[in-house]
């Protein structure tokens, strides 16, 4: 739309066409609802160039008609004045909704796709007001901004906003300045991504036990009112802060995550751990209270450090993709196995991983990888540099030590570690770019 | 049954401003067309078979493939080049 409004360069969008909705909606929130567009069939990803071919030669799956048709024709008809000018509209959503009555309001909340389609809590001014007294901030101070995916539009919202949210998640007041920290993180609990991810939402410092978070046995499991309030808050305030996450439209997530439903949220057991917390490796004192958002699609797991351990990591880790890292959440039974094979630090563990996991460079590459970080190749940052160009079979280490995350959680019942896919947004990617995804929860006391 | 009122959950949106677009040309016939790779998984293959198509079925089109340096944020650069040096553009593809 750049070319176009302000190069004042006619141009054809070409998109695949199950994002026929989410692109109209897209052209009319930008002002230009009648943008050019032409669209292919899905997938484009991992199509042969015979297949893409006959995207070309074939129909526009959208506009009925062969694809270069269309584009010739996007290019070439005149488009009427008020079309050219594009539109503007007022949009602004009201500060209270109406019912007759509670049933009412609860379909409502549903058919509006405000809720997670489980029953909530209704946000009424009395029970708002209540959970206003967790925070010292004033109900109309901003608190951030938050969009599905990158690309789309930012929506703001203030601390009440927030607190709506978390009433409806059925959280707590003492709860409270946990969700306003994820809030103002520009994390969202609902990206709308074709990969279908989650997330995990990890809680460090004293607010843990001030507020009865789980980090033991069940740790992860929904065995805990503050875990799980915290996490579906998170959720919720993601999709109804940030625009709304409806499938099609905001939402784009081929198979969508189970671990939307909570985020996975839990403490860190930083009392049985070995070594340092979590937020105490990005800058924070161990009396100081942090939450950290990840991005999450899946994850393996085994039990106990056994003979071949290293052989097992290997195998565990090496299956991952390379560009989205990794999150290791060791029961406290496994981290002090680490430490017994002298591993005695996260750091230590995490230069383990980055020197003993690798792929061979052919398949490295073999994924949106080089999407992810195109720019620094070109600019032969290291290693991408060295990676890129490095022989199809050479071996690349699949993380680097800074994508390696390292949580303990649990109850020590069993040795039980998962890995996960996936980690803390990159910083070039973030909504707050330059910040830390780690974020500071005193700060919303 | 009595009315109840509640707080809306939803957030502030953005103010929804007009934006131009430019007018279409009279044909593409004699004209440059960019073909601006975004980057997205095999887009740059399907401008391959698109700037393929162009000079198969209608050399009289000139067309250049390019890459969008980023497309998460703008490219000024390659827009200005673009303005200067062609007539329209092919973007894509969004995935």
Same mark, same amino acid.
Not at chain 1, 80 to 95: F, V
Not at chain 1, 100 to 120: K, N, S
Not at chain 1, 267 to 290: K, L, R
Not at chain 1, 436 to 441: E, L, P, R, Y
């Given at each position: 739309?750049?070319?176009?409004?302000?190069?004042?360069?006619?141009?054809?969008?070409?998109?695949?066409?199950?994002?026929?909705?989410?692109?109209?909606?897209?052209?009319?929130?930008?002002?230009?609802?009648?943008?050019?567009?032409?669209?292919?069939?899905?997938?484009?990803?991992?199509?042969?160039?015979?297949?893409?071919?006959?995207?070309?030669?074939?129909?526009?799956?959208?506009?009925?008609?062969?694809?270069?048709?269309?584009?010739?024709?996007?290019?070439?008809?005149?488009?009427?004045?008020?079309?050219?000018?594009?539109?503007?509209?007022?949009?602004?959503?009201?500060?209270?909704?109406?019912?007759?009555?509670?049933?009412?309001?609860?379909?409502?909340?549903?058919?509006?796709?405000?809720?997670?389609?489980?029953?909530?809590?209704?946000?009424?001014?009395?029970?708002?007001?209540?959970?206003?007294?967790?925070?010292?901030?004033?109900?109309?101070?901003?608190?951030?901004?938050?969009?599905?995916?990158?690309?789309?539009?930012?929506?703001?919202?203030?601390?009440?906003?927030?607190?709506?949210?978390?009433?409806?998640?059925?959280?707590?007041?003492?709860?409270?300045?946990?969700?306003?920290?994820?809030?103002?993180?520009?994390?969202?609990?609902?990206?709308?991504?074709?990969?279908?991810?989650?997330?995990?939402?990890?809680?460090?410092?004293?607010?843990?036990?001030?507020?009865?978070?789980?980090?033991?046995?069940?740790?992860?499991?929904?065995?805990?009112?503050?875990?799980?309030?915290?996490?579906?808050?998170?959720?919720?305030?993601?999709?109804?802060?940030?625009?709304?996450?409806?499938?099609?439209?905001?939402?784009?997530?081929?198979?969508?995550?189970?671990?939307?439903?909570?985020?996975?949220?839990?403490?860190?057991?930083?009392?049985?751990?070995?070594?340092?917390?979590?937020?105490?490796?990005?800058?924070?004192?161990?009396?100081?209270?942090?939450?950290?958002?990840?991005?999450?699609?899946?994850?393996?797991?085994?039990?106990?450090?056994?003979?071949?351990?290293?052989?097992?990591?290997?195998?565990?880790?090496?299956?991952?993709?390379?560009?989205?890292?990794?999150?290791?959440?060791?029961?406290?039974?496994?981290?002090?196995?680490?430490?017994?094979?002298?591993?005695?630090?996260?750091?230590?563990?995490?230069?383990?991983?980055?020197?003993?996991?690798?792929?061979?460079?052919?398949?490295?590459?073999?994924?949106?990888?080089?999407?992810?970080?195109?720019?620094?190749?070109?600019?032969?940052?290291?290693?991408?540099?060295?990676?890129?160009?490095?022989?199809?079979?050479?071996?690349?280490?699949?993380?680097?030590?800074?994508?390696?995350?390292?949580?303990?959680?649990?109850?020590?019942?069993?040795?039980?570690?998962?890995?996960?896919?996936?980690?803390?947004?990159?910083?070039?990617?973030?909504?707050?770019?330059?910040?830390?995804?780690?974020?500071?929860?005193?700060?919303?006391? | 049954?009595?009315?109840? @009122?509640? +707080?809306?959950?939803?957030?502030?949106?953005?103010?929804? #401003?007009?934006?131009? %677009? /430019?007018?279409?040309?009279?044909?593409?016939?004699? @004209?440059? +067309?960019?073909?601006?790779?975004?980057?997205?998984?095999? #887009?740059?293959?399907? %401008? /391959?078979?698109?700037?393929?198509?162009?000079?198969?079925?209608?050399?009289?089109?000139?067309?250049?493939?390019?890459?969008?340096?980023?497309?998460?944020?703008?490219?000024?650069?390659?827009?200005?080049?673009?303005?200067?040096?062609?007539?329209?553009?092919?973007?894509?593809?969004?995935?």
């Amino acid at each position: 739309m750049d070319l176009e409004s302000r190069y004042g360069v006619p141009t054809v969008g070409v998109h695949v066409h199950v994002f026929a909705h989410l692109v109209r909606n897209t052209v009319r929130t930008n002002g230009m609802p009648s943008a050019r567009q032409a669209f292919v069939p899905t997938p484009l990803m991992n199509t042969s160039p015979t297949g893409l071919r006959e995207y070309v030669e074939g129909n526009d799956p959208i506009h009925g008609r062969p694809f270069m048709a269309e584009v010739f024709d996007q290019l070439t008809r005149a488009v009427p004045n008020d079309e050219l000018r594009g539109e503007d509209w007022d949009r602004s959503t009201p500060r209270y909704i109406e019912a007759d009555g509670e049933e009412e309001m609860h379909a409502l909340f549903q058919e509006r796709r405000y809720t997670d389609f489980l029953p909530i809590v209704l946000p009424t001014e009395e029970r708002v007001e209540r959970m206003l007294t967790g925070t010292s901030h004033a109900p109309d101070e901003m608190v951030g901004k938050l969009r599905p995916t990158i690309g789309m539009e930012h929506w703001h919202f203030d601390v009440e906003k927030v607190a709506v949210n978390a009433v409806m998640a059925g959280a707590a007041p003492e709860h409270f300045p946990v969700i306003l920290a994820l809030a103002s993180s520009g994390d969202t609990g609902r990206q709308s991504s074709m990969s279908s991810m989650g997330n995990m939402v990890l809680v460090n410092g004293p607010i843990r036990h001030e507020i009865g978070m789980n980090s033991g046995i069940g740790a992860l499991g929904p065995y805990n009112h503050a875990n799980s309030a915290i996490g579906r808050s998170f959720g919720l305030l993601s999709q109804n802060l940030q625009g709304g996450s409806v499938p099609g439209e905001t939402y784009a997530g081929s198979q969508g995550c189970n671990f939307s439903y909570n985020c996975i949220t839990f403490a860190e057991n930083e009392e049985a751990s070995p070594w340092e917390p979590y937020h105490v490796q990005y800058g924070y004192e161990q009396d100081q209270s942090a939450v950290t958002v990840s991005y999450i699609w899946g994850n393996v797991w085994a039990e106990y450090l056994r003979t071949y351990w290293e052989e097992k990591l290997q195998a565990m880790i090496s299956g991952l993709e390379p560009g989205m890292g990794c999150t290791l959440v060791l029961d406290p039974i496994v981290a002090r196995e680490f430490c017994e094979r002298g591993l005695d630090t996260k750091q230590k563990l995490a230069e383990w991983i980055h020197e003993n996991v690798r792929i061979p460079q052919r398949r490295f590459w073999d994924h949106v990888m080089l999407n992810l970080i195109h720019e620094e190749v070109e600019a032969g940052v290291e290693p991408w540099a060295t990676y890129w160009n490095a022989p199809p079979d050479e071996l690349i280490p699949v993380y680097e030590t800074s994508r390696v995350n390292i949580v303990v959680a649990g109850g020590e019942t069993n040795g039980h570690f998962s890995i996960f896919q996936g980690s803390p947004m990159r910083a070039k990617f973030r909504t707050n770019k330059g910040k830390n995804a780690t974020v500071s929860i005193d700060d919303w006391r | 049954m009595a009315r109840i @009122k509640v +707080l809306n959950p939803e957030g502030y949106p953005p103010k929804v #401003s007009a934006r131009g %677009m /430019a007018p279409a040309l009279d044909t593409l016939d004699g @004209k440059k +067309l960019f073909l601006v790779d975004v980057g997205f998984a095999n #887009s740059d293959n399907f %401008m /391959a078979q698109l700037h393929g198509w162009f000079e198969e079925h209608r050399p009289t089109i000139s067309t250049e493939v390019v890459r969008w340096r980023n497309q998460h944020i703008p490219d000024p650069e390659l827009c200005e080049r673009i303005q200067a040096d062609g007539d329209a553009a092919i973007i894509g593809v969004g995935t």
